[in-house]
């Protein structure tokens, strides 16, 4: 039995991490934190959960909830959970962090994307980036997994097959929305319902964090770093997200090795699915579920392909790719306790 930890459960990431982890038929969640919350009920902030835990909040204290579990999810702000992590890491305690702290593996660039000195350089090379369908050696070897962005998670399944077998040219182009969710659940005008309904709106023009994720782990497959084009948009929806990507392709490819491509990259993953060739998903098609979702449009005239995506941002895109990653570190099935946690409508 896996003992585990959410350090900063009151968020949304936190929430479906106890969602998931309560069902979870290897875990026990023993210890739920929230410096705001402490003593408080899991089930007064998420009444979904009434019946399901008796779990309060506590604070978190190292030295006390160390001694009691296996890994620790941390759900903290960024900056934040790089102080938790060296923590729980010097007292044995596998750490999955759901921050950005240990995404991008040089610390000048992490200074300059998130304004702030990484305290913790030597572990940038030790973390496992947590894509699991492309890193599932350095994931099962680690004790510190750096759980990818979701805009990154969604962009890089869909574009890994043109990626790994060289069929992609520059710009790449990326059209991106996601759910209000996305922006977490501190007070934010941007995604107050007045704000956001009946709207779709840009942000992070030209200068988006996880533009940089992206082409860290693209340069990784495709051996260049590609010139990537991303722009993010907010959907008036609580939670789903879709990525448009047009791509050009290499001279000579032909539809027939992108179509291919595509079907041998996605054939075992539990949890990639490639619809097919101009069969295009929904966001509502993977609400509450781990899967991603990808079809496809190969423009023979402009030599391009167009890949879409969709996942949830908080479960494939967050809480549900970290507990795949849980899953390895302690030699589970990868798809352990995320079989069925999906709606049909």
Same mark, same amino acid.
């Given at each position: 039995?896996?003992? =585990?930890?959410?350090?900063?459960?009151?968020?949304?990431? !936190? =929430?479906?991490?106890?969602?998931?982890?309560?069902?979870?038929?290897?875990?026990?969640?023993?210890?739920?934190?929230?410096?705001?919350?402490?003593?408080?009920?899991?089930?007064?902030?998420?009444?979904?959960?009434?019946?399901?835990?008796?779990?309060?909040?506590?604070?978190?204290?190292?030295?006390?909830?160390?001694?009691?579990?296996?890994?620790?999810?941390?759900?903290?702000?960024?900056?934040?959970?790089?102080?938790?992590?060296?923590?729980?890491?010097?007292?044995?305690?596998?750490?999955? &962090?759901?921050?950005?702290?240990?995404?991008?593996?040089?610390?000048?660039?992490?200074?300059?994307?998130? !304004?702030?000195? $990484?305290?913790?350089?030597?572990?940038?090379?030790?973390?496992?980036?947590?894509?699991?369908?492309? *890193?599932?050696?350095?994931? #099962?070897?680690? &004790?510190?997994?750096?759980?990818?962005?979701?805009?990154? #998670?969604?962009?890089l399944l869909s574009l890994a097959p043109l990626?790994?077998?060289?069929?992609?040219? &520059?710009?790449?182009?990326?059209?991106?929305?996601?759910?209000?969710?996305?922006?977490?659940?501190?007070? *934010?005008? /941007?995604?107050?319902?007045?704000?956001?309904?009946?709207?779709?709106?840009?942000?992070?023009?030209?200068?988006?964090? $996880?533009?940089?994720?992206?082409?860290?782990?693209?340069?990784?497959?495709?051996?260049?770093?590609?010139?990537?084009?991303? #722009?993010?948009?907010?959907? @008036?929806?609580? /939670?789903?997200? +879709?990525?448009?990507?047009?791509? @050009?392709?290499?001279?000579?490819?032909?539809?027939?090795?992108?179509?291919?491509?595509?079907? +041998?990259?996605?054939? *075992?993953?539990?949890?990639?699915?490639?619809? !097919?060739? &101009?069969?295009?998903?929904?966001?509502?098609?993977?609400?509450?579920?781990? *899967?991603?979702?990808?079809?496809?449009?190969?423009?023979?005239?402009? /030599?391009?392909?167009?890949?879409?995506?969709?996942?949830?941002?908080?479960?494939?895109?967050?809480?549900?790719?970290?507990?795949?990653?849980?899953?390895?570190?302690?030699?589970?099935?990868?798809?352990?306790?995320?079989?069925?946690?999906?709606?049909?409508?």
């Open positions: 039995m896996i003992r =585990a930890a959410i350090i900063g459960a009151t968020g949304y990431t !936190g =929430a479906e991490l106890m969602r998931i982890l309560l069902f979870h038929p290897a875990v026990e969640l023993v210890a739920i934190t929230s410096e705001s919350s402490i003593e408080q009920r899991a089930c007064q902030h998420y009444p979904a959960l009434s019946g399901l835990t008796d779990l309060r909040f506590e604070a978190n204290n190292p030295e006390k909830l160390a001694p009691q579990i296996d890994v620790a999810f941390l759900a903290l702000p960024h900056a934040e959970a790089m102080e938790a992590a060296v923590d729980y890491l010097q007292r044995g305690v596998r750490v999955i &962090d759901l921050s950005a702290d240990f995404r991008l593996n040089s610390p000048q660039l992490y200074e300059q994307v998130y !304004g702030r000195k $990484h305290i913790a350089p030597q572990l940038l090379a030790k973390s496992a980036y947590g894509l699991t369908e492309l *890193n599932r050696e350095a994931v #099962t070897n680690t &004790d510190l997994v750096a759980n990818p962005g979701c805009y990154p #998670t969604c962009v990626f790994q077998q060289q069929l992609a040219a &520059d710009p790449i182009i990326i059209d991106a929305k996601s759910g209000v969710t996305g922006a977490g659940k501190k007070l *934010n005008t /941007r995604t107050q319902f007045a704000e956001a309904n009946e709207g779709l709106s840009p942000y992070g023009v030209g200068g988006h964090r $996880h533009q940089p994720e992206m082409v860290q782990e693209l340069a990784k497959l495709g051996g260049y770093a590609p010139e990537v084009v991303f #722009t993010p948009h907010l959907l @008036p929806l609580s /939670r789903g997200m +879709q990525s448009t990507s047009y791509v @050009p392709l290499t001279a000579g490819v032909s539809r027939q090795q992108v179509v291919e491509g595509y079907q +041998q990259f996605c054939e *075992n993953e539990p949890f990639l699915h490639f619809l !097919g060739e &101009d069969i295009f998903p929904n966001v509502r098609d993977v609400r509450g579920s781990n *899967n991603c979702l990808v079809g496809i449009h190969v423009d023979k005239e402009c /030599r391009r392909a167009i890949v879409i995506a969709v996942i949830d941002n908080l479960v494939k895109g967050a809480s549900g790719a970290a507990v795949q990653n849980m899953n390895l570190m302690f030699n589970y099935p990868e798809e352990e306790g995320l079989r069925g946690i999906f709606q049909v409508l």
